[in-house]
Structure formats: C-alpha cells, structure tokens
C-alpha cells in the first residue's frame, strides 16, 4: 500500500478550499507531520472504500488467512478462512474519484 501515497501539495491542490470537509482533511493531513519538505503519506483507510467503489482500482485475490508464528514469519493452512489480499494499488483512479467527489458536495 505504499503506493498509496500523496503529498502537502496535492492535497492543498484538491482537498484544502473544497468546503468544511476538505479543509478538516487538509489541515489533519498536514498536522500529521510537522516537516513538508519531500514528504508523502500513505492513506491507508481510502483504500478499504475504494475496493467498494471500484474493485478493479485494487485487484485482489482471495486468499487462506496466515498463521503469524513466534519467529514473525508466516505459516499457512489451507483449512483457514479466506481473507482478501490486494496485489496492487492503481493509486491514480481512487484519487481522482475521491477529488470529484468532494469537489461536487463543495458546490452550492
């Protein structure tokens, strides 16, 4: 997931300006990190929403949970519930429908 990153200027591009809800995120983003300077930050969270919206934005597969072990490797067991693993993040697409989106509740 870390190629779900972005910076203070992309997110003041899109995000600051885009009403009530834009600024709080801009201004928690910013606070997050007191030095800006060739700084990112991976959002974690977006991604979870944006498989809903558009599960080929991250494609996946279905996959046996693994065991963490007392080493901090993993085991595996194919009697295990199945948990979802994605294998890719197409960081463009979620970051655009997120920037339309909150530019169109911005409007009047």
Do not use: C
């Not at 992309?10 to 983003?29: A, K, N, Q, S």
């Amino acid at each position: 997931m870390t190629h779900f990153a972005t910076t203070v200027p992309e997110m003041e591009r899109y995000v600051g300006g885009r009403g009530p809800i834009g600024d709080y995120l801009l201004t928690i983003f910013k606070d997050y990190h007191k030095d800006h300077f060739a700084w990112s930050k991976v959002l974690w969270d977006m991604t979870a929403v944006a498989w809903l919206v558009n599960d080929k934005w991250l494609p996946s597969d279905l996959v046996h949970s693994p065991i963490v072990t007392d080493d901090y490797t993993f085991s595996f067991d194919a009697s295990r519930h199945f948990i979802r693993a994605v294998n890719f993040v197409n960081r463009d697409p979620i970051f655009r429908d997120f920037f339309t989106k909150l530019e169109k509740q911005a409007k009047p």
